[in-house]
């Protein structure tokens, strides 16, 4: 399983179009989330796992990908951080 974590810092005014809603629907996507950091409302976290690197790849060269990439530039407020993580085995735990 391929888990990423990134830290967008986003202009408010465009945080919508940060948004990508299709990509929950992409073949092999088990999950992604976007939420906006509880201490700094500019920076968006998106938390996405995937069944494998085929899948994550597919994410990565999707056309809303691609879309949002090139739009980067534009409506970013700082640098973006990304953290991958190759997950060979996890555990849901009781709270």
């Known amino acids: 399983m391929i888990v990423l974590h990134a830290s967008f810092p986003i ?7 940060a948004l990508v809603e ?3 629907e992409e073949p092999g996507t088990v999950e992604y989330r976007a939420a906006v950091d509880v201490d700094d409302e ?5 938390f996405e796992r995937y069944e494998d690197e085929p899948a994550f ?3 990565a060269g999707s ?7 090139a739009r ?3 409506i970013l407020a700082g640098e973006p951080t990304v953290t991958q993580f190759e997950v ?3 555990t ?3 709270l």
């Not at 202009?11 to 179009?17: A, F, I, S």
């Not at 500019?42 to 998106?46: A, G, I, K, P, Y």
């Open 22 to 24: 299709e990509s929950n």
């Open 11 to 17: 202009d408010p005014e465009h945080r919508e179009e």
């Open 92 to 94: 849901e735990l009781d």
């Open 88 to 90: 060979s085995d996890a």
């Open 42 to 46: 500019t920076v968006l976290r998106f």
């Open 63 to 69: 056309a809303h990908f691609q879309e949002f990439e």
């Open 57 to 59: 790849e597919a994410h």
């Open 72 to 74: 980067l530039p534009e």
